[in-house]
């Protein structure tokens, strides 16, 4: 763990969880941690608010010392926090037991199952191997230069608005996608930058583009090549966000948003990952499937963008009817009233499903597989509205 991010205020230390302690920490100690500093656990990287700029503490020593936890301690504060927001996705346990002691979690790390329980956990731990992989290539301090020379940020939820005013039907993020563990591969003569052309040509106000390998077949390439060759959507870049150093990846490949699934991240996750997003110019999509993790997201001041995902990512069911139920009521009213701007995503392949999520009260939607797997995916858009809605 490179650092702790930085805010103003006051935060507590845990003690230290080095591997030559010199004193046991009990339990009421560890309970104390608990309480005042998990998220120091799961949020890794540090931002100055005053410079608006990625940076690495190096002030104290001891602290950085503090933070410094194996990653099967981090996926246990996390599995915890987790837990008690309903959360049941558990980030990937230890493959060993503990290599010194640590308290009363010992014995139940050394019995978690180390078998994913749906696909979506397996996405997840297959992520923490990835990310922890790419940040010892790519340091969080190495960034800061890819920061400065990263192409200048779009307005994400500026391109929404201008379209969903100019068309009077919901803003199109048109997704770049070749595969998923659902459907399998989706487009054989996959081609990253004629897609996105193609699918800019047709209407789409911003794009969304995996870069997922494993499970989706993308790739920060394509997310790059789409930048690189002078399209003008801006880009959300699809990828499932467990910590923040990801969050700096996707800037400096030219991201000008970045999604944040609230099945996978705790509440003060969301909340210090949408700062960051902030401080570097992105939009955060915070992605929710049910009540309470809609209820969640609302409780966090500064969400201006919120996705409800009509697959069930732990099933992969979908039921478009899940848009309907979310926005109904007391919900739907502090959603006017705070202005945010709902998304709808999956299962949506005609213009009455369309229809059906805007009168829900949706100003955008997020579609893949009815548009990327037409001939041209750009005639695909006009088939999913029912009309030309191309500029």
């Not at 995996?210 to 880009?235: H, M, Q, W």
């Not at 509440?267 to 700062?275: R, S, V």
Request: hydrophobic residues 40%; aromatic residues 6%; proline residues 5%.
């Amino acid at each position: 763990m490179e650092s702790l991010i930085s805010f103003k205020g006051t935060f507590h230390v845990c003690p230290s969880f080095s591997s030559k302690p010199t004193t046991r920490i009990s339990p009421t100690q560890v309970n104390i941690c608990r309480k005042n500093s998990l998220f120091s656990f799961s949020v890794r990287a540090q931002v100055d608010p005053n410079e608006g700029s990625s940076t690495i503490a190096t002030s104290s020593e001891s602290v950085v010392d503090a933070l410094k936890v194996k990653e099967w301690e981090v996926g246990m504060f996390h599995n915890e926090v987790a837990a008690s927001q309903g959360i049941r996705i558990r980030r990937r346990p230890p493959t060993g037991p503990p290599a010194h002691y640590v308290g009363p979690f010992q014995f139940r790390l050394q019995n978690e199952g180390n078998t994913p329980r749906n696909i979506l956990e397996e996405i997840v731990w297959n992520k923490d191997i990835e990310v922890a992989q790419l940040k010892e290539r790519k340091p969080l301090i190495t960034l800061k230069k890819a920061l400065e020379n990263a192409p200048p940020v779009r307005d994400f939820i500026g391109a929404l608005r201008a379209a969903n005013e100019r068309t009077g039907l919901p803003g199109l993020i048109a997704e770049v996608k070749k595969a998923s563990p659902s459907r399998g591969i989706l487009r054989e003569d996959f081609d990253p930058v004629e897609i996105a052309r193609s699918y800019e040509k047709g209407g789409a106000a911003c794009l969304s583009v995996l870069t997922d390998e494993k499970f989706f077949k993308g790739s920060f390439e394509n997310l790059e090549a789409i930048r690189n060759a002078g399209v003008k959507c801006p880009l959300l870049c699809k990828e499932f966000i467990i910590e923040a150093w990801q969050l700096y990846y996707a800037r400096s490949k030219g991201a000008d948003a970045v999604l944040l699934i609230a099945a996978v991240l705790p509440d003060l996750d969301i909340k210090y990952m949408t700062k960051i997003c902030k401080l570097l110019g992105m939009t955060a999509l915070v992605e929710v499937h049910d009540e309470r993790e809609f209820d969640r997201v609302l409780g966090i001041e500064g969400v201006e963008l919120i996705g409800i995902n009509n697959r069930n990512l732990e099933t992969f069911e979908v039921d478009i009817g899940i848009t309907k139920k979310l926005l109904e009521g007391e919900r739907g009213k502090i959603i006017r009233e705070k202005n945010i701007i709902m998304v709808g995503e999956s299962g949506l392949f005609t213009p009455e499903d369309i229809a059906y999520v805007q009168e829900a009260g949706v100003r955008a939607v997020l579609v893949g597989e009815s548009i990327v797997k037409q001939s041209d995916p750009g005639k695909g858009i006009s088939k999913l509205f029912g009309k030309d809605i191309s500029i």
